[in-house]
């Protein structure tokens, strides 16, 4: 339920937010940004294992192209970083998730070089487990993610922000969702 709700809400500020504010925006066209910060696999069922490292460090990389001042499209690759397990039963070994994705962003710029943006999209995942599991998993999943950016001049700029990537891994590899919390530096070609 509380991902229904993060999902309407980055949703409508994605969609919402394309024609709002148009005087303050930045110019349309091309961007890039790298991310880096820490990651959280959640909903992991951990009952047979005596040990598992839920967060660690993730980055990734965007490409998008601003459609109008208020909206983009916004390709992704995302490491989600190395999560270690441990279990008596089934010896130890890593989770590895990673995602490519695509989003609709809506960004509603405020007052003093500051942005919010919401996204949505579409994350397809690989997760690989090694170790005593040894297994693998690839899916389709929902994204959805929401920020603040801030423009030190016309094509440079930092942004916080959060995705949650809703559907990673499986059984066999572990199965529950990621969210990453990243700070990151972009440019507008």
Do not use: C
């Not at 229904?4 to 409508?12: E, G």
């Not at 695509?102 to 500051?114: D, H, K, R, Y």
């Not at 499986?170 to 070609?189: C, E, I, P, Q």
């Amino acid at each position: 339920m509380i991902m229904l709700k993060r999902l309407i809400m980055a949703a409508s500020l994605a969609l919402g937010a394309s024609g709002a504010y148009a005087q303050h925006a930045q110019e349309t066209g091309w961007y890039g940004v790298l991310d880096v910060g820490g990651s959280h696999l959640s909903g992991i069922n951990t009952d047979s294992l005596d040990s598992f490292d839920k967060s660690d460090t993730a980055f990734d990389v965007n490409l998008g192209y601003r459609l109008n001042r208020n909206f983009a499209l916004e390709g992704a690759y995302t490491d989600l970083g190395k999560f270690h397990f441990s279990s008596a039963a089934a010896g130890d070994g890593d989770v590895k998730p990673k995602a490519v994705s695509l989003s609709a962003v809506g960004i509603l710029p405020l007052q003093q070089n500051f942005s919010l943006y919401g996204k949505a999209g579409i994350a397809h995942t690989e997760t690989r487990s090694g170790g005593a599991l040894d297994a693998s998993d690839s899916k389709d999943g929902l994204l959805a993610g929401a920020g603040v950016m801030y423009d030190f001049n016309r094509n440079v700029y930092a942004k916080a922000g959060w995705d949650h990537f809703d559907d990673v891994g499986n059984d066999a590899t572990g199965k529950g969702h990621a969210d990453l919390y990243s700070l990151g530096v972009g440019y507008r070609f």
